[in-house]
């Protein structure tokens, strides 16, 4: 089975690693919303004209 552990070691956290990854993490998620928008704008703008 597996084994109960009461305690745990953490590592030591480097502030700049962690806040680059994190800004890391919202640039991608930003250029993702971004890329989402505009592609559902253009099959929105498609739409309009092919088939109204």
Same mark, same amino acid.
Do not use: C, I, K, P
């Given at each position: 089975?597996? $084994?109960h552990r009461e305690?745990?070691?953490f590592g030591e956290?480097?502030?700049k690693a962690l806040l680059l990854?994190?800004?890391r993490g919202? $640039?991608?998620f930003v250029q993702?919303?971004?890329w989402g928008i505009v592609i559902t704008v253009l099959v929105?703008?498609?739409l309009l004209v092919f088939v109204v």
């Open positions: 089975m597996a $084994e305690h745990y070691n956290v480097d502030q990854d994190r800004q919202w $640039e991608g993702f919303s971004t929105l703008l498609a």
